[in-house]
C-alpha cells in the first residue's frame, strides 16, 4: 500500500509539473508487486555525483525508499535473479499444437452409463446353531439253556441335543444347551411291566459369560435337570423316580475357561464357581428321603461351590470322545458326576457309542454293596446325524 500511494504521488501528481514523468508510464512495474528485491543499480544512481534527482523515475524512487524505510522486507537480491532467468522473458519460438496427434493421444472420454443399484445392508448375525440326534439299539437274544443263563432283551436310546450361542465378538457371550436323552428296554423276567426306562434326562445349561482375557471369562451358569417318566425296578411296583422327582437347579457365579488343545482337536470349557446356589425339589414326598431331604419335605437349599467340565475330542474323523465332569459340594456333602461318550462313526449316518457314567452322592441312602458310588454303562450300534 505505501509503495501504491507512493507510486500516485511521485507519478501522476506530479506529471503537471513535470511533464517528463508520462514517459515513466512505460517502465516495468513488476517489481512493485513481486518480493523486494535489492537492485544495486538503484542506489547507484542516485549515489553518482552527476546525478539528477529529478530525472529519475518515480520506479527507482520508490524502491529507494523501501530499502531505506523496511529493510526487513528484502528477500532476495539481483544478482540472485540473474542465475534463475529475468522476470517476463519468454520463449524465442512459440509452440504449435498438432490438434491431429493430440486427438489420437488422447481421445475424448466416454462417460459411463450410471445406474441405480439397490444396497442392502445386512446386520451382523451373532448366533450360531448346532443340533445333534442318535437312535441306538440293541439285541440280545440267549436260549433258555443257555450253559450260563441269561434272558434274551430288547433296548433302545435317542438323544437329542440341541444349541444355540450368542457371542457379539465384543466380549459378550450366551451359551445355550438343551439335553434329551430317553431309552427303554425289555426283559423277560420282569411280569409287571412291558418296559422300562434304561435311559431318562431333561437337562438345560446355560452360561452368561463376560470376557476377562483372550480365554477367560467372568460367568453366571444356570444347570437345571430332571427326566421325562416314573422309573421302576424288575418285579416291583414302586416309582423310583419321576418327572420333577427329583429337580435339580443349581445357579453358580465363577469363571469360565475355553479349552483349544493338541491344535483344537480337544475343545471345550472348564467352569470353577467359588460361590453355587442349588436348589432341589422332589414332588413325590415319599421319594425325599432317597434324595437327600428330610422326610415329609419337598424342597431342599443349600450353598456350597461347584465345578464343570465340558471337552470334546476328536481324535479323528470316525473316533471321538465326549466327557462331561460335575462337582459340588456344601463341605457337608458332595455330589460328582463324570459322564463319558465313545462314539465310533462309521459313516454320515450309522454309528456306535460306548457310554459310561460313574455318580458320586453321599446325600443319598447308602447302598450295602457299593455304598455312595453309582454305575451306569452301554454300548449300542445305530443312526446318527448332526448339523
Known amino acids: 500500500m505505501e509503495s501504491l500511494q507512493s507510486l500516485y504521488k511521485q507519478i501522476y501528481t506530479d506529471s503537471v509539473a513535470s511533464p517528463s514523468v508520462k514517459a515513466s508510464h512505460r517502465i516495468n512495474y513488476a517489481p512493485l508487486f513481486l518480493p523486494?528485491?535489492?537492485?544495486?543499480?538503484?542506489?547507484?544512481?542516485?549515489?553518482?555525483?552527476?546525478?539528477?534527482?529529478?530525472?529519475?523515475?518515480?520506479?527507482?524512487?520508490?524502491?529507494?525508499?523501501?530499502?531505506?524505510?523496511?529493510?526487513?522486507?528484502?528477500?532476495?537480491?539481483?544478482?540472485?535473479?540473474?542465475?534463475?532467468?529475468?522476470?517476463?522473458?519468454?520463449?524465442?519460438?512459440?509452440?504449435?499444437?498438432?490438434?491431429?496427434?493430440?486427438?489420437?493421444?488422447?481421445?475424448?472420454?466416454?462417460?459411463?452409463?450410471?445406474?441405480m443399484i439397490d444396497v442392502k445392508v445386512f446386520k451382523p448375525n451373532f448366533w450360531s446353531y448346532h443340533n445333534d440326534y442318535f437312535l441306538q439299539f440293541l439285541q440280545n437274544f440267549v436260549t433258555s439253556n443257555w450253559y450260563k443263563g441269561g434272558e434274551s432283551n430288547y433296548s433302545m436310546v435317542a438323544a437329542v441335543t440341541l444349541q444355540a450361542n450368542y457371542n457379539n465378538k465384543q466380549k459378550v457371550k450366551w451359551d445355550n444347551k438343551l439335553e434329551m436323552k430317553l431309552g427303554f428296554q425289555t426283559s423277560r423276567s420282569d411280569s409287571l411291566h412291558n418296559l422300562k426306562t434304561s435311559e431318562d434326562l431333561l437337562r438345560y445349561t446355560g452360561k452368561l459369560g463376560l470376557q476377562a482375557s483372550k480365554r477367560w471369562y467372568y460367568t453366571l451358569q444356570l444347570l437345571a435337570h430332571t427326566q421325562f417318566m416314573r422309573g421302576f425296578k424288575n418285579n416291583d411296583r414302586k416309582t423310583y423316580s419321576d418327572f420333577l422327582s427329583p429337580f435339580n437347579a443349581n445357579l453358580s457365579v465363577g469363571m469360565d475357561y475355553n479349552v483349544e488343545w493338541f491344535k483344537k482337536k480337544l475343545v471345550g470349557t472348564i467352569h470353577l464357581a467359588p460361590l453355587a446356589y442349588n436348589f432341589k425339589y422332589v414332588g413325590r414326598k415319599d421319594l425325599a428321603t432317597r434324595y437327600g431331604l428330610d422326610s415329609g419335605k419337598r424342597t431342599l437349599h443349600d450353598l456350597g461351590s461347584e465345578f464343570t467340565v465340558d471337552l470334546v475330542w476328536k481324535f479323528n474323523n470316525m473316533i471321538n470322545w465326549k466327557t462331561r465332569l460335575f462337582g459340588y459340594t456344601t463341605y457337608r456333602r458332595a455330589e460328582l458326576e463324570w459322564e463319558n461318550t465313545l462314539t465310533f462313526q462309521f459313516n454320515k449316518y450309522i454309528s456306535s457309542k460306548?457310554?459310561?457314567?460313574?455318580?458320586?452322592?453321599?446325600?443319598?441312602?447308602?447302598?450295602?454293596?457299593?455304598?455312595?458310588?453309582?454305575?451306569?454303562e452301554y454300548a449300542s450300534l445305530g443312526f446318527s446325524y448332526s448339523f
Open 354 to 376: 460306548i457310554f459310561l457314567y460313574p455318580r458320586f452322592d453321599d446325600g443319598s441312602m447308602r447302598d450295602d454293596k457299593y455304598g455312595y458310588w453309582q454305575y451306569k
Open 36 to 115: 523486494l528485491t535489492y537492485y544495486r543499480q538503484v542506489p547507484d544512481e542516485y549515489l553518482q555525483l552527476d546525478s539528477d534527482v529529478e530525472s529519475h523515475d518515480g520506479l527507482s524512487k520508490i524502491l529507494l525508499h523501501a530499502y531505506l524505510q523496511r529493510p526487513d522486507l528484502v528477500q532476495s537480491t539481483g544478482s540472485e535473479l540473474d542465475v534463475i532467468g529475468a522476470v517476463g522473458a519468454t520463449e524465442n519460438s512459440k509452440i504449435q499444437n498438432h490438434t491431429s496427434l493430440v486427438k489420437k493421444v488422447a481421445p475424448v472420454a466416454v462417460e459411463p452409463d450410471v445406474k
